[in-house]
């Protein structure tokens, strides 16, 4: 016969198990709900990234502000001992970034050689048009000045020949004619070395021009479209950051993982953080519209009695462990 306090104890087992059970499964099904704050830590960093540990944590910090200035909560914490593990990953997608920048870096060096001929090839063609205009001017002054001259010396001829002073006079412009004639020349033979000078530049610029379309065709062949976001994944404890091109762009690759670690989704929007495409950002970004609208389902703006509890027991296992 069973008694009535084995009976209450029975049911007390009972119900502290489903209790404890349900208490379980609501703890699993909702830990990865905006687990706030969010302790990481930062692994290994391949030595191909060629940046310090104490950079990473640079870049992690920058990467919380992303969030956190926008907010207004402490979402992120950075703890030497904590689970999620940020590491840097180097494959053939960093390699892929690397031969890219070396391939923009030649192109922007054909560019400055274009510029630089583009410049000196303009102050060349105003030297030139401004020696043309002086060589025109004098030319046109000489051979007034000839005609003058042989119609002075024809007269005088026709007279049997020119007074003594007169003849003295008239070799003296003869000499001033001479010489002027010399200077034409002269100034005529800079003008030819000048053309040959400008075509010898066009020709260069136009063979730094056709290298540097050519070059621009062969890399937007090879790097001008975009790709679903493949600089860095998160998964359950890690978040991995395969490639990047500029502090900027590790800075957003981590904020969009951070966000992903928070339970986000991906969101609508080219410029968003969370957007499923991630161009190389010339600027750390700011959070989207949408990003806010996806944080505030996923998170709120103050910290809910789920999310406490939570916080609680993460808190609470850290004391014992």
């Known amino acids: 016969m ?4 084995g009976m209450r104890t029975a049911y007390l087992i009972i119900f502290v198990t489903v209790l404890c059970g349900a208490g379980i499964y609501w703890y699993q099904s909702t830990v990865h709900i ?6 990481y830590t930062i692994g290994d960093i391949d030595p191909a990234f060629d940046i310090s540990r104490e950079q990473a944590v640079l870049y992690a910090a920058e990467a919380e502000a992303v969030w956190e200035k926008t907010v207004g909560r402490e979402l992120f914490q950075y703890e030497a001992t904590a689970a999620l593990t940020i590491r840097f990953v180097y494959d053939t997608r960093q390699e892929n970034t690397n031969f890219e920048a070396i391939q923009r870096a030649v192109l922007d060096e054909q560019r400055k050689q274009s510029e630089t001929v ?4 303009r102050r060349l063609r105003e030297e030139h048009e401004q020696l043309v205009a002086t060589y025109k001017e004098r030319k046109a002054t000489y051979e007034t000045k000839l005609r003058h001259y042989n119609d002075e010396v024809t007269t005088y001829n026709d007279r049997g020949g020119a007074p003594t002073d007169i003849f003295a006079k008239l ?4 000499t001033v004619l001479d010489d002027e004639a010399s200077a034409l020349e002269e100034l005529s033979g800079k003008l030819s070395l000048l053309a040959k000078s400008i075509n010898e530049l066009v020709d260069r610029g136009n063979k730094l021009v056709n290298a540097y379309n050519n070059g621009v065709l062969k890399y937007n062949r090879q790097f001008g479209f975009s790709y679903e976001f493949t600089q860095g994944d998160y998964q359950s404890d890690s978040i991995n950051i395969y490639k990047f091109s ?13 966000g992903h670690a928070l339970g986000i989704g991906h969101v609508e929007g080219t410029s968003s953080l969370m957007y499923y495409l991630l161009e190389s950002p010339e600027a750390v970004p700011t959070l989207s519209a949408f990003d806010q609208q996806a944080y505030a389902e996923m998170c709120g703006y103050t910290e809910s009695f789920s999310q406490r509890m939570h916080r609680k027991i993460r808190e609470f296992a850290a004391l014992i462990t």
């Open 171 to 174: 070799q003296k412009e003869q």
């Open 246 to 258: 500029s502090a900027d762009e590790v800075v957003a690759v981590l904020a969009h993982e951070f």
């Open 34 to 39: 905006c687990p706030v704050p969010l302790l």
């Open 2 to 5: 069973v008694s009535l306090y």
């Open 118 to 121: 583009n410049e000196a090839l």
